[in-house]
């Protein structure tokens, strides 16, 4: 689709457009230059601009549509934003019914598929085409004279919902598509939409960030995504499309259609589809296909979506059309699924969990399953809102997830297996801990415990605060926490620096050694940094990277009892719910004598570090870690950093000027890539760096 020669143009175009210097040239030359970055972003996932480039780019675009509303295209990139909610899904028919596969569970399966191919089309072997199965939502779109006219859900398989609207918020689908390159008029193509797993845990941190309820897994979330009536919700999800099959193929003059599907997914691919070209390997013979498909199981947890298995496909089109189908699959064609990572258990009781914020927490027991090799026997179930939306019962059969390292989830109960012994879950009014009544913010879903008091609470928040990543309290730890908790000795976060050490030698585990060791530990975290206690303290929403940033704003901490919440959506990273935790935090008395209690047994409350770094060989430089550096713990590094003058940025954004990677590197760096100004080194770079 776009030759070397040709993306070299399309990038002098852009940096001439990005310059001022073709503000006025044919603006059909600009739509096609944004369909290009959107190919090389969501397609092949190798930007060659910056998101700031390409909104520059963009808008560029939106206001001369707005000058000229009848230059407007349908295959304008700016088609694609949503616009409003959709007041119902018409019912729409495929051109051709969407089949299930036959599927497949070992070599046996494979073999006796093999078998039937090879005496149906009587060949001694066959060549096929192997490629993932995904695991997402299935749709249906048709494109009649190289623009997209239609985007429909499977559905029943012969007539499903069309979703065009929804279809046009996922990047990796174009508007366009030059079929006409290949003789073709109209095409109806198959594929599966699907949210990446980065994409699928940034969003579920964002929906408890927020109080609500996670999605279960990533093909939930795909599938429901398609059926969301308010389109720019559906653009916030970051939806992306794999289409791997041609349906129905209509010519006109001179058609050159490939023959083979290989053949037909690099056709999907030049024409702008993210199809499985790259995934995909053509096998003559049905062992080489078993080989590869055993293998490729072993590699799941190493691609950044999910599958549950593999396809396999007879590659020659024209022996498809003579194995033809059965009315319920193609014989051409074999799903083989991988080892199943649900059960199916049965829901016992809830207990109720109350966090060191107040947050109560219902976990679901429930009875041991094997999901994924590992025995699962208790499961987050989040909020109420989540137990209603799941229609959970007492003495439900319900289906267990567990895809990869994520953690287990409760994907549905079967209502139809109830027997009517099933009791309704009846969440708590009063904490289960203290008793005091609870209460559920109008723009959260998550009911707290909000008595300050709340044994609960006070226990959660020590174990925080000695914890290795706070004031770093070795040998206290979760277990002698609660032990001194419940003898009397330590009734709240400034009892840590006086425990009654006479009666602590009484117990059993504690000698000489081990208490002088505690004792030292104590001692040695009255000197943490300032940021540390920022981050031991447990204010709602601060974490290690928002600490670092409030400990660098002031000189004592409590100067924060000046600030008002608009002064402290002024510090670098710090929004409006983080600003508001931590300015009620600074005004509430409360906290305010816990602080001087901390002070009066000697913890730093002073900012030391303050000012005393610039001038660094990092001085005014931005870095983010990534990954798993050989050298230096992340911590140490980080500290490095700071002490050269530099900062530590909590993601990736354009204010991003180093962006260091070790190994097993994660999203970030992909996000790094699509920014042209932030410096990607490794560790030993970042070492030269210090000097």
């Not at 729409?92 to 969407?98: F, I, K």
């Not at 940034?202 to 599938?223: C, F, I, K, S, T």
């Not at 720019?232 to 992306?240: D, H, I, Q, T, Y």
């Not at 390292?405 to 994907?411: A, E, F, G, R």
Request: overall charge negative.
């Amino acid at each position: 689709m776009y030759t070397p020669d040709l993306v070299k143009k399309l990038q002098h175009e852009t940096s001439q457009w990005l310059a001022g210097k073709k503000m006025h040239g044919p603006v059909e030359t600009l739509r096609d230059l944004l369909r290009f970055h959107e190919y090389r972003y969501y397609v092949q996932n190798d930007p060659l601009i910056s998101d700031f480039e390409y909104d520059t780019l963009y808008k560029q675009l939106e206001q001369y549509e707005k000058e000229h509303p009848g230059s407007v295209t349908p295959d304008s990139p700016t088609q694609r934003v949503g616009k409003g909610l959709i007041k119902d899904f018409p019912k729409v028919q495929h051109l051709v019914p969407m089949l299930s596969l036959d599927n497949s569970y070992n070599a046996d399966d494979l073999l006796d598929f093999d078998r039937k191919a090879r005496e149906l089309s009587g060949l001694d072997s066959i060549e096929y085409c192997v490629e993932p199965k995904f695991d997402g939502a299935s749709i249906s779109l048709i494109y009649e004279h190289d623009l997209l006219s239609r985007g429909a859900t499977r559905g029943d398989g012969e007539i499903g919902d069309e979703i065009t609207p929804n279809i046009k918020q996922i990047r990796s689908v174009p508007l366009s598509a030059k079929f006409s390159d290949y003789g073709i008029d109209q095409v109806e193509i198959r594929g599966e939409v699907l949210m990446t797993k980065n994409n699928f845990k940034a969003y579920n941190d964002a929906l408890m960030e927020e109080g609500l309820p996670p999605l279960a897994n990533p093909r939930n979330a795909a599938a429901g995504s398609l059926r969301i009536k308010d389109t720019a919700e559906v653009g916030r999800r970051n939806l992306e499309a794999f289409l791997y099959h041609v349906s129905y193929v209509s010519t006109g003059k001179k058609p050159s259609v490939p023959e083979t599907h290989s053949a037909m997914l690099e056709m999907l691919w030049n024409v702008g589809f993210r199809s499985p070209k790259k995934e995909m390997k053509v096998l003559k013979g049905i062992d080489a296909v078993i080989g590869h498909v055993q293998e490729f199981e072993k590699q799941r947890d190493d691609l950044g979506y999910e599958i549950d298995g593999m396809v396999i496909k007879v590659n020659d089109l024209k022996l498809q059309d003579k194995l033809g189908m059965t009315s319920h699959h193609p014989r051409w064609a074999v799903a083989f699924k991988f080892k199943a990572r649900q059960g199916t258990s049965k829901l016992l009781s809830v207990e109720y969990q109350v966090g060191r914020t107040g947050a109560v927490t219902p976990v679901a027991k429930i009875e041991p399953v094997q999901v994924g090799g590992v025995t699962v026997s208790s499961i987050s179930i989040h909020n109420e809102d989540y137990i209603r939306e799941k229609d959970l019962k007492l003495g439900d059969t319900i289906l267990i997830e567990r895809s990869g390292d994520v953690i287990p989830q409760i994907v549905k109960s079967f209502a139809e297996l109830r027997t009517g012994a099933e009791k309704k879950i009846k969440f708590p009014t009063h904490c289960p801990v203290c008793d005091s009544e609870l209460y559920k913010p109008a723009d959260e879903a998550v009911w707290r415990c909000v008595n300050i008091n709340c044994p609960a609470q006070i226990v959660e928040g020590i174990i925080h605060f000695v914890s290795k990543d706070a004031m770093d309290i070795r040998s206290f730890g979760e277990a002698n926490v609660r032990r001194f908790y419940e003898l009397g000795f330590l009734k709240d976060i400034p009892g840590v620096y006086t425990l009654p050490w006479d009666e602590i030698r009484k117990m059993d585990g504690f000698g000489e050694k081990s208490i002088a060791k505690l004792q030292q530990a104590i001692e040695d975290s009255k000197k943490q940094p300032l940021h540390r206690v920022i981050y031991a303290l447990g204010i709602r929403y601060v974490g290690e990277t928002t600490a670092k940033t409030l400990a660098n704003a002031v000189e004592h901490l409590l100067q924060f009892t000046d600030y008002s919440e608009e002064q402290l959506q002024q510090l670098e990273d710090v929004g409006v719910k983080v600003a508001k935790t931590v300015y009620e935090f600074f005004h509430n008395k409360n906290n305010i004598q816990l602080l001087r209690e901390l002070e009066k047994r000697g913890v730093q409350l002073n900012n030391e570090k303050k000012n005393l770094a610039t001038g660094g060989n990092l001085s005014g430089q931005t870095f983010l870690f990534t990954g798993t550096l050989a050298k230096l713990k992340r911590s140490a590094a980080e500290e490095l950093v700071e002490q050269n003058g530099g900062s530590i940025l909590s993601g990736v954004s354009a204010k991003l000027n180093y962006l260091v990677v070790g190994e097993d590197a994660g999203s970030k760096l992909e996000k790094a890539k699509k920014i042209a100004t932030i410096k990607i080194i490794t560790e030993d770079d970042f070492l030269k760096l210090l000097g």
